[in-house]
């Protein structure tokens, strides 16, 4: 039996310019070098890293890049912290710095705020490559937290400002913000979300609108792929989250259905196609 599906791939889905900017740039090292150092994973897909690691990427720790001594390491698009530069410093490593310019322009907002004295509170997600890094340049004295209840019994300053992770919701940030001032604090908010994430709330909102199923396809390690499953399972509750086309059975689809598949900012186009395929297939 052919199941005859229409599929269809969202055209703004896909790699974020940050992740585009790192990936070139370790392929170009790869290509030259044959093999090249990165701090973390350099984007939160399981597929995408494979892909590079068979390409020679080398995925180190920070407690491995302590014992690494003149090489070159890549910082990938979610940054450093200044604890970072200074080890790299120390042991003659090379930096190949693909911080994306939107976390580089956060970092060095919040510094600037805590070097005038200013209290902070960052809206992110605890331990998050790209929030270490944020409060590294507050010397680690910036308050982290992920939702308003974090901070119900948390002694918080009278006057303070918030800043938040860049691919966090821009509504809840709002709402955050709000809920804080009706506390009675004194809030200076910057919304430092970065615009090409929040602007694909609204488009994957008109997008799934249009389908049968939508297939969300992301790694489980994404903050950003988390956030925008949710817009997508609000406008079309008929979205399931996967991460490969392996998690797929015919069983899952009706004969005729108009599929659509998208993706987080760390999402491969090629994922999307391999998932699209597969269900061509059936």
């Not at 599906?5 to 370790?26: E, H, K, P, R």
């Not at 920070?62 to 530069?85: C, F, M, W």
């Not at 994306?100 to 992110?124: T, W, Y």
């Not at 944020?134 to 901070?151: H, P, S, Y």
């Amino acid at each position: 039996m052919s199941y005859n599906l229409q599929v269809t791939i969202d055209n703004s889905s896909g790699f974020c310019f940050g992740v585009v900017y790192a990936i070139d740039m370790a392929e170009e090292i790869l290509e030259e070098d044959g093999y090249l150092y990165c701090l973390g994973d350099i984007v939160h897909n399981d597929e995408e890293v494979e892909r590079l690691k068979s390409k020679g990427l080398r995925i180190i720790s920070h407690s491995d890049l302590q014992n690494l001594r003149d090489e070159k390491v890549l910082i990938r698009a979610h940054g450093e912290a200044p604890e970072t530069y200074r080890l790299a410093l120390e042991n003659n490593i090379t930096l190949i710095d693909a911080s994306c310019p939107v976390v580089l322009k956060l970092q060095n907002r919040i510094k600037n705020s805590h070097d005038a004295d200013e209290k902070i509170l960052i809206f992110g997600k605890h331990g998050h490559a790209e929030v270490i890094g944020l409060q590294g340049q507050t010397n680690n004295e910036a308050t982290v937290f992920m939702d308003i209840a974090e901070l119900d019994n948390v002694e918080l300053p009278s006057k303070f400002t918030l800043y938040s992770q860049t691919t966090k919701s821009t509504d809840k940030f709002y709402a955050l913000k709000d809920e804080l001032i009706s506390r009675g604090h004194e809030v200076k908010a910057n919304d430092t979300i970065c615009r090409q994430v929040s602007n694909r709330h609204d488009e994957l909102g008109d997008f799934v609108k249009n389908f049968d199923k939508i297939l969300f396809v992301s790694g489980k390690k994404s903050s950003n792929g988390k956030v925008l499953y949710d817009v997508c399972k609000l406008h079309n509750p008929e979205t399931y989250f996967i991460s490969n086309a392996s998690e797929l059975e015919p069983s899952m689809f009706n004969p005729g259905e108009r599929i659509g598949i998208c993706g987080a900012t760390s999402t491969p186009m090629w994922l999307m196609e391999d998932v699209k395929n597969t269900l061509l297939s059936y």
